[in-house]
């Protein structure tokens, strides 16, 4: 009898340690999923510089981020009853690429972005620039490339064979015009260093015709008679191309227009001065409110038939910030911008504060 009675005792006294552990498993220890929720609201005078300059004008402009962690399952639950969190699983995230594959294609989308932010401000400025090309951009590897394991997503191919070329497109002719199963010598940079690696070409499943097997893109870099720079530390993506670019045009032609305002806002931009959809926008208005933002550029995107069928509930980029801004009762005015030429426009439409 006393020994059963000990052992009851020994389990009751046992039990709260016991509920401690599951308390540190549940909110220590990740599982296989991310949460996306709320980032940062980033003053863009911080990230660029023109004419070795920073902006020091009333105002300010700024970029918002989605901030993305590793679950645990009490996060996860915390998740799945919050309006601006949300449980993705790592494929929904990265898709099929490592996390540091992922990692250097956000950077890359971040280069690209601001390189077209900072071509469109000079247009507007009307200052003279050129484009540079600094070889082939690795955006993925096919498994069976002869180069995997050697050449990395987020490498930039320079030349193969000893040839270097003026853009991606005569690069792909030049290795077209080769045989499947030659051996080809590829120069490439990782990570700021010059490499070399050797391989045979593959047959592409695309066209039948010769590879290396990796997807590509130009990589390029823009010069000007004005310099410009813009540095946004370890943020990835290219969601900030619209704040950049008005963030640079203010610096270059000094015309004070923000009038003294705080104006956040999100937006790819492309050549052509077009604001483009991007994800977490719900997400962005949050943290850009919470940081007492005044005005919130959205993309007024247009919604082709075919993302309605993929997705009939499917609203615009604007639609969904003035749905959020709503949910948190803000005073932050949303706007809506197909192009950065709307977000000037409206911009003059402000009064000095």
């Known amino acids: 009898m006393n020994n059963k009675h000990e052992e009851k005792v020994s389990i009751k ?28 609201t980033e003053n863009l005078k911080e990230f660029v510089t ?27 639950l915390k998740a799945k009853f919050s309006d601006f969190q949300e449980l993705v699983s790592k494929e929904d995230l990265m898709g099929s690429s490592s996390s540091s594959e992922y990692e250097r294609i956000q950077q890359y989308y971040m280069d690209s972005s601001k390189n077209a932010a900072i071509e469109q401000a000079l247009k507007l400025a009307k200052v003279s620039y050129k484009m540079s090309f600094k070889g082939v951009y690795v955006l993925a590897v096919e498994d069976n490339s002869s180069f995997k394991g050697k050449i990395s997503v987020g490498d930039t191919v320079t030349g193969i064979d000893g040839k270097i070329f003026k853009s991606s497109e005569e690069f792909v002719t030049y290795v077209k015009k080769q045989k499947v199963g030659q051996v080809v010598s590829v120069n490439y940079l990782q990570d700021g260093k010059s490499k070399e690696a050797t391989g045979k070409l593959i047959e592409l499943s695309t066209d039948k015709k010769p ?10 870099e823009i010069e000007s008679s004005i310099p410009v720079e813009i540095d946004a530390g370890d943020i990835g ?51 850009a409110s919470k940081n007492g933002t005044e005005i919130f550029f959205a993309p007024n995107d247009e919604i082709t038939k ?15 910030a003035k749905a959020a801004a709503e949910k948190i009762g803000t005073k932050m005015k949303i706007v809506p911008v197909k192009n950065v030429q709307d977000a000037l426009n409206y911009l003059e439409t402000l009064k000095e504060k």
């Open 50 to 76: 023109v004419d070795n300059k920073k902006d020091s004008e009333p105002g300010a402009f700024y970029l918002t981020t989605v901030g993305v962690r590793k679950a645990t399952l009490a996060s996860a």
């Open 211 to 220: 590879g290396i097997g990796i997807g590509l893109t130009d990589h390029t």
């Open 237 to 287: 993506g290219p969601s900030a191309g619209l704040m950049f670019t008005l963030e640079t045009y203010e610096q270059l032609t000094q015309k004070g227009i923000r009038k003294g305002h705080k104006i956040a806002g999100t937006g790819t931009i492309n050549t052509d001065g077009i604001v483009g959809r991007i994800g977490g926008i719900d997400k962005k208005v949050v943290t």
């Open 306 to 320: 075919e993302m309605k069928k993929a997705e009939p509930g499917i609203k615009t980029n604007y639609e969904e």
């Open 13 to 40: 006294s046992m039990l709260p340690f016991a509920v401690v552990i599951l308390l540190i498993i549940l909110m220590i220890f990740p599982i296989p999923y991310y949460i996306e929720g709320p980032g940062t």
